[in-house]
């Protein structure tokens, strides 16, 4: 029933042996990895004018307009990323994360900041990309605004399930609404500036001109550049993805990152002018994109398609870390940081229980701050831009040692790019520091110990069970001990048992309730004369305590090397009749098996019927 | 901490030894023991009331004052009860409740019917009291009428930690307000008819005569009867409690018993001539009880002090039951129709599993009937009148067989005891039956259907253990199967055991993910060169479905006794280490638990830190 179950949802298992044909095309690779670079158009113009119009609504005089360069900055920033990531590929033609890199040539303490940081984001990507999603839906059908958080959740158990099915499958899923995402980004656009340049509305009044550059402007300037740079998040993705690239595996992936790049700075600045040309703000219940393309095309069918695009290409952009977590987790599990679990291929070639975790945690995120992009967005930057920057700082080291000729030039854009992304990161964490920032800072330490302390773990599990020391012992000796609860054919199955592999067998029982002493010992004298008979007397009706205070005190008295408990195990036809049985061996096995010394055998007798 | 807190709540254990001690004397008895029956007087009346106002509001013309003489009535065959059940007293000094005197005298399935009838009724008891307890304190703070489900859920909680303390101490606790309600009762009746004759309220109005005697009249005159007759409920309590009073044990069980009977019977008439002559009539958010409270003694200390009394006797009517449901079901249990678990006694002479299920179903039904007295009513009565009926024709059969003389007066009492409740059984389940008795009856039929599987279940487990066709074997022939994952210390424990358990020891190994064969058959050849290692390959990842095949084909070729799987296990010194370990043992075990002829045996390797 669960097999069935389990088969329905997931699939059928796929062999090792077809793990390699698990390779995408560009075209397929574009829709797995880039749909979360993408997909934060849908929310990063809108971010900056949030940014904005708090200032406005504190009395300052911010004109809304500066969106636009600021959006500009961000899309200079993007394609500096992108070039030097791209030589990250080259060189890491097996998947050049933050994690891989940092590794290599910055130290281990590096290469775990950039794990905890890149791990975090996979979450946080899921997260604020299924708020987005639900949040483009609510606005096009307002009356499901207030069962957003379930819709929220809803979404990531689709995603979830979709991914257990397998990467190859999860593709064909998502190229579509990929696609479509792009080609509805520009019809917005290139319908918007159409409409403009015909004259549908008046042009936006000339600037008011602006507050005096005080320290509260300025920090507020940078407050929305920091925002607007959560259209970066999902740079990095292709970088850690390089391996599912079919080959010329580096030049696939590099291709891919220059067209998503490329898009994206289209798709940014495009809405960021459409929104100063059309004088949209953000308000509640209502994305900036919604109101758009309400605005342009009327609440008819193009907009409706405009809007389930951007949820599917959102909800899609959550896929990107049920393919990368599960990867990277992977790779920290096989340096011991992770617990090794994790660093197993599930059923179907990909990481089940690393996605499993992701979908649970980001649904715990989603429930807690109720669905909200916007809370959601300052918990996000710090971890994107650590990452992007020990990248970039890794691949500058790399070039400094490589021996090959010409690296000067690339080691000049991977610094530039690594010193840019660097102060991004520092200005993030002061501007959103009190929104949440300091969340991620705690969150990423808590990690980095963590990490640590799994490895230590298993490092002295490994010292423990080497051979090393190890002296053949001399040959066993041990007792058997039966706790039995009478004398019937289950007793006796047991005892045979112990006979069979030691010579010296105790049974012992506990008289908790007026036990009718002769006639177990006349049972006892008739079918098992020669093994010993210990009652211990209970007079608080205790079970479990006077065993393993027996057990203990034979431990004291023997000269042995083990003692085996051999529990006799009632095992009935029906689960439910299993019911109807004391739990005493299950509680009895759980409590010795943290016992040194101590060998635990069940005998079960197994009913007929 | 687990213990700390068991010990805190709970108590310190007692010795079997005291179980003797646990007795009480009339007074404690009865305020053990007849709360749920007198407490019946805050809602029977008011029962009485609502269905003859269901008749009103139905356009029928139904004088109100009919509630008196239909009280009349009950009290009436309250008292025949009594008379009857003093007489079943004195037959069964250890306490004679439906279920014994009926498997004695009238043969199992009618016991069986019994049982099941009590057992609902005890369940239902503690859902009615704690839902009108929780009505006459939300009577009196209307604010709190919305937080009812809560409160009684509280309540519930609340009797069952003062239960799961011990019989004496609940005496102790209870004692107190039983006797304050009973005060508070006589106070209300008798300063109710003092301010009646001194002319506080005008004499109620003239009967207006009645409907015409026709079928809907006399079935809604049967109803209003049926409604009342839940006053009736609890006493057998006393009866089935016979054995926790001091000695002579019947003589004070049945004068405890006659004076529940004369206070109920006081009580109950006194109420519903108050209602009458005050007009009360049931409403909404507030009992009868309390309205009469208010009209004769205004909203002051007299007025709360009474309502503090019903709502205290109400919460510990429950308790009723939390005294009675384990003790039957021990009983029930004695003989095989419950699980045996029921049977033993817990840690502080209690039957403490008993009452934690009692207190969760009860909650059950509380939250789904919301807290509201008047709908659990239904599901009340036909198992009520049912264990009434059987107990009495029970004894019937027993004055029947019985030698003794002067047994025709008492057998003619208990038929006219058994007749007159069969009758107001046969009323009960018609005239409530779409209301709810319908459900009780399905729920009786299958409760004595799972008596009947459960003892089938322990006669063939019976047989199957005894020893009776039990031939002793040769010495036993068993060969070790030990599962390994590579080599090392844990691994070499665990072979070594074998070796000295079996002479024929075969260690084996799943191939899931590109083993190094080479590496490990070298270690295999430098430390246990004598123990053969099968590697089994496994292209779909799966560790157990290839080593439980293995087995199972082991059992073909090997003509053994047994297969001793020999399983190395990791103790870690901290239990989140263990979390970064598979748990492929864990589920070995589990499945090996369920295969015939095979004995599992866990051979620990405990960190040293």
Same mark, same amino acid.
């Given at each position: 029933? $669960?097999?069935?179950?389990?088969? %329905?949802?997931i699939?059928?298992?796929?062999?090792?042996?077809?793990?390699?044909?698990?390779?995408?095309s560009?075209?397929?690779?574009?829709?797995?990895?880039?749909?979360?670079?993408?997909?934060?158009?849908?929310?990063?113009?809108?971010?900056?004018?949030l940014?904005?119009t708090?200032?406005? =609504?504190?009395?300052m005089?911010?004109?809304?307009?500066?969106?636009?360069?600021i959006?500009?900055?961000?899309?200079?920033?993007?394609?500096?990323?992108?070039?030097?990531y791209?030589?990250?590929?080259?060189?890491?033609?097996?998947?050049?994360?933050?994690?891989?890199?940092?590794?290599?040539n910055?130290?281990?303490?590096?290469?775990?900041?950039?794990?905890?940081?890149?791990?975090?984001?996979y979450?946080?990507?899921?997260?604020?990309?299924?708020a987005?999603? *639900?949040?483009?839906?609510?606005?096009?059908?307002?009356?499901?605004?207030?069962?957003?958080v379930?819709?929220?959740a809803l979404?990531?158990?689709?995603?979830?399930?979709?991914n257990?099915?397998?990467?190859?499958?999860?593709?064909?899923?998502?190229?579509?609404?990929?696609?479509? $995402?792009?080609?509805?980004?520009?019809?917005?656009?290139?319908? +918007?500036?159409l409409?403009?340049?015909q004259?549908?509305?008046?042009?936006?009044?000339?600037?008011?001109?602006?507050?005096?550059?005080?320290?509260a402007?300025?920090?507020?300037?940078l407050?929305?550049?920091?925002?607007g740079?959560?259209?970066?998040?999902?740079?990095?993705?292709v =970088?850690?993805?390089?391996r599912?690239?079919?080959?010329?595996?580096?030049?696939?992936?590099?291709?891919?990152?220059?067209?998503?790049?490329?898009?994206?700075?289209?798709?940014?600045?495009?809405?960021s002018?459409?929104a100063?040309?059309? &004088?949209?703000?953000?308000?509640?219940?209502e994305?900036v994109?919604?109101?758009? +393309?309400?605005?342009?095309? +009327?609440?008819g069918?193009?907009?409706?398609?405009i809007?389930?695009?951007?949820?599917?290409?959102?909800?899609?952009?959550?896929?990107? #870390?049920?393919?990368?977590?599960?990867?990277?987790?992977?790779?920290?599990?096989?340096?011991?940081?992770?617990?090794?679990?994790?660093?197993?291929?599930?059923?179907?070639?990909?990481?089940?229980?690393?996605?499993?975790?992701?979908?649970l945690?980001?649904?715990?995120?989603?429930? %807690?701050?109720?669905?909200?992009?916007?809370n959601?967005?300052?918990?996000?930057?710090? +971890?994107?831009?650590?990452?992007?920057?020990?990248?970039q700082?890794g691949?500058?080291? !790399?070039w400094?040692?490589?021996?090959?000729?010409?690296t000067?030039?690339?080691?000049?854009?991977?610094?530039?790019?690594?010193?840019?992304? &660097?102060?991004?990161?520092v200005?993030?964490?002061?501007?959103?520091?009190?929104?949440?920032?300091?969340l991620v800072?705690?969150?990423?330490?808590?990690?980095?110990?963590?990490?640590?302390?799994i490895?230590d773990h298993?490092?002295? =599990?490994?010292?423990?069970?080497s051979?090393?020391?190890?002296?053949?012992?001399?040959?066993?000796?041990h007792?058997a001990v039966?706790?039995v609860?009478?004398?019937?054919?289950?007793?006796?199955?047991?005892i045979e048992?112990?006979?069979?592999?030691s010579?010296?067998?105790?049974?012992?029982? *506990?008289?908790?309730?007026?036990?009718?002493?002769?006639?177990l010992?006349e049972?006892?004298?008739?079918?098992?004369?020669?093994?010993?008979? @210990?009652?211990?007397? #209970?007079?608080?009706?205790?079970? !479990?305590?006077?065993?393993?205070?027996?057990?203990?005190?034979l431990?004291?008295?023997r000269?042995?090397?083990v003692?085996?408990v051999v529990?006799?195990?009632?095992?009935?036809?029906r689960?439910? !009749?299993?019911?109807?049985?004391?739990?005493?061996?299950l509680?009895?096995?759980?409590?010795?098996?943290f016992?040194?010394?101590i060998?635990?055998?069940? @005998?079960?007798?197994?009913m007929?019927k």
């Amino acid at each position: 029933m $669960f097999r069935w179950l389990k088969q %329905f949802l997931i699939g059928s298992p796929l062999e090792t042996a077809a793990l390699h044909e698990q390779r995408l095309s560009k075209k397929a690779g574009l829709a797995v990895l880039a749909s979360d670079n993408l997909s934060s158009t849908a929310y990063a113009a809108e971010e900056i004018l949030l940014a904005l119009t708090a200032g406005v =609504a504190a009395g300052m005089l911010v004109p809304l307009h500066y969106s636009v360069p600021i959006a500009g900055a961000i899309v200079l920033l993007t394609v500096l990323v992108a070039v030097s990531y791209g030589q990250t590929m080259y060189a890491y033609p097996t998947g050049g994360g933050a994690y891989t890199v940092a590794k290599e040539n910055l130290g281990v303490t590096a290469a775990l900041a950039g794990a905890a940081a890149l791990l975090l984001d996979y979450i946080l990507t899921v997260a604020v990309s299924v708020a987005a999603g *639900v949040a483009a839906i609510t606005s096009a059908i307002p009356n499901w605004y207030s069962h957003r958080v379930l819709l929220c959740a809803l979404a990531v158990m689709a995603i979830l399930l979709a991914n257990l099915r397998g990467v190859r499958e999860s593709a064909a899923v998502f190229a579509g609404p990929v696609y479509l $995402f792009i080609v509805s980004a520009f019809v917005l656009i290139g319908g +918007g500036l159409l409409r403009y340049f015909q004259g549908a509305v008046p042009p936006p009044a000339p600037p008011p001109g602006h507050e005096a550059w005080s320290f509260a402007f300025v920090f507020l300037l940078l407050r929305a550049f920091a925002s607007g740079c959560v259209a970066l998040t999902g740079v990095e993705a292709v =970088a850690n993805g390089v391996r599912i690239f079919r080959p010329p595996v580096s030049r696939n992936a590099a291709v891919t990152l220059y067209c998503m790049a490329a898009l994206l700075a289209t798709m940014f600045l495009g809405t960021s002018v459409l929104a100063y040309l059309y &004088g949209v703000v953000p308000r509640e219940g209502e994305t900036v994109l919604s109101q758009l +393309g309400r605005t342009i095309f +009327g609440t008819g069918p193009i907009y409706y398609v405009i809007q389930a695009a951007t949820m599917a290409i959102l909800i899609l952009a959550a896929n990107t #870390s049920f393919a990368d977590f599960p990867r990277l987790a992977s790779l920290v599990a096989q340096d011991r940081f992770l617990p090794r679990q994790l660093a197993n291929l599930g059923d179907k070639l990909v990481y089940s229980n690393g996605m499993i975790f992701l979908a649970l945690v980001a649904t715990g995120l989603l429930v %807690f701050f109720q669905g909200d992009v916007h809370n959601l967005i300052p918990l996000y930057m710090v +971890g994107v831009f650590l990452a992007i920057t020990l990248s970039q700082a890794g691949m500058v080291v !790399h070039w400094w040692r490589s021996s090959e000729g010409g690296t000067v030039w690339r080691l000049a854009v991977n610094a530039l790019g690594a010193f840019a992304t &660097g102060v991004v990161m520092v200005v993030v964490a002061v501007v959103k520091f009190r929104q949440g920032a300091w969340l991620v800072v705690v969150a990423l330490a808590a990690l980095m110990l963590l990490f640590r302390k799994i490895r230590d773990h298993y490092f002295v =599990a490994t010292r423990e069970l080497s051979l090393a020391d190890y002296e053949k012992p001399a040959e066993l000796r041990h007792t058997a001990v039966v706790p039995v609860a009478g004398m019937n054919k289950m007793v006796l199955g047991a005892i045979e048992y112990a006979r069979s592999i030691s010579k010296d067998v105790i049974a012992v029982t *506990v008289n908790v309730d007026n036990l009718d002493r002769e006639e177990l010992l006349e049972k006892w004298q008739a079918w098992a004369p020669d093994v010993p008979l @210990v009652i211990l007397e #209970s007079p608080y009706r205790a079970i !479990h305590r006077p065993l393993l205070t027996f057990i203990d005190e034979l431990e004291g008295w023997r000269d042995d090397d083990v003692i085996t408990v051999v529990i006799p195990e009632f095992i009935t036809k029906r689960w439910w !009749h299993h019911l109807l049985h004391n739990q005493t061996s299950l509680f009895l096995k759980a409590a010795l098996l943290f016992k040194p010394k101590i060998v635990v055998t069940s @005998v079960p007798h197994h009913m007929r019927k």
